[in-house]
T-cell receptor
Framework: GENVEQHPSTLSVQEGDSAVIKCTYS??????FPWYKQELGKGPQLIID?????GEKKDQRIAVTLNKTAKHFSLHITETQPEDSAVYFC??????????FGTGTRLLVSP | DVKVTQSSRYLVKRTGEKVFLECVQD?????MFWYRQDPGLGLRLIYF???????EKGDIPEGYSVSREKKERFSLILESASTNQTSMYLC????????????FGQGTRLTVV
């Protein structure tokens, strides 16, 4: 199936710093790229998504960029806060309405 | 508030047992999914269903089957549980269309001993 590579696997930052998570993929037919946040003991929740006709999207402290030519997309979190600590997954649609996920990034924001 | 409910948070089963994991959604979604989550491997798709009685294999279907008799309910079946099926299982649902948000349940942590 489609392979999505996600880096880094862990990321430690100080409160107020920025955090960047990157994903690469191979299926050029993918046109939907959501990001999910999973807090301890909970299922993943959508935090932001981007469609293939857009290069960048922002929602307050969170932004996502997409480079379809290079087949990579990134999540940017600015002014990180301790409550941003969680596991983040990139994903994309492939085949028949399926979502494929990256391996996850554990973000730790220290006060 | 939208909801995907998995029947158990924690399960302990013995090797060789037949195991049923149940998932119910109240959003009238067409699509339902079962994922398995393991450290370092992310979420891997086991099976998904795009309509009642319809199912498609995901990336790791071996040792699993599914059932969808009603739109709101999607069951994952481990025909003969093995220790390598010890994992976190996540159910999700979404509207049809391929570019819509997936809503997840809280997960079932299954331990096979």
């Amino acid at each position: 199936g489609e392979n999505v590579e996600q880096h880094p696997s862990t990321l430690s930052v100080q409160e107020g710093d920025s955090a960047v998570i990157k994903c690469t993929y191979s299926d050029s037919a993918s046109n939907y790229f959501p990001w999910y946040k999973q807090e301890l003991g909970k299922g993943p929740q959508l935090i932001i998504d981007i469609r293939s006709n857009v290069g960048e999207k922002k929602d307050q402290r969170i932004a996502v960029t997409l480079n379809k030519t290079a087949k990579h997309f990134s999540l940017h979190i600015t002014e990180t806060q301790p409550e941003d600590s969680a596991v983040y997954f990139c994903s994309l649609n492939t085949g028949f309405q399926k979502l494929v996920f990256g391996t996850g990034t554990r973000l730790l924001v220290s006060p | 508030d939208v909801k995907v409910t998995q029947s158990s948070r924690y399960l302990v089963k013995r090797t060789g047992e037949k195991v049923f994991l149940e998932c119910v959604q109240d959003m009238d979604h067409e699509n339902m999914f079962w994922y398995r989550q393991d450290p370092g491997l992310g979420l891997r798709l086991i099976y998904f269903s795009y309509d009642v009685k319809m199912k498609e294999k995901g990336d790791i279907p071996e040792g699993y089957s599914v059932s969808r008799e009603k739109k709101e309910r999607f069951s994952l079946i481990l025909e003969s549980a093995s220790t390598n099926q010890t994992s976190m299982y996540l159910c999700a649902s979404s509207l049809s269309g391929g570019r819509t948000e997936a809503f997840f349940g809280q997960g079932t942590r299954l331990t096979v001993v």
